[in-house]
């Protein structure tokens, strides 16, 4: 097996294994970024993978942004669960 084969080696399965983990895809070393980075380069199918989970991510931080996080209605859902209360008790 030449340099070339071995650089070609990084297969989809593991581009996308790689990206689902969550881990830096530029971590890992040189040889295993270098081989991620000519995937990434020659591959239609993954350059569109790698484009949607970021758009993903993209829709996650702008949803889970402080407005949307359910401890700043806190004050709200006590006051429910207290008028529930006092109805359930009456």
């Not at 040889?31 to 591959?43: A, D, M, N, S």
């Not at 702008?62 to 859902?77: G, I, K, L, T």
Request: one cysteine or more; glycine letters at 6%; aromatic letters at 10%.
């Amino acid at each position: 097996m030449n340099v070339m084969d071995s650089l070609m080696d990084f297969s989809c399965k593991r581009f996308a294994r790689h990206i689902a983990s969550g881990v830096d895809p530029l971590g890992g070393g040189p040889y295993r970024r270098l081989q991620f980075c000519i995937h990434w380069l020659i591959c239609p199918f993954c350059k569109r993978y790698w484009e949607e989970i970021r758009e993903i991510g993209k829709i996650q931080r702008a949803n889970s942004a402080a407005p949307y996080h359910p401890a700043v209605r806190m004050s709200e859902v006590k006051d429910r669960l207290k008028q529930k209360l006092i109805k359930k008790a009456s």
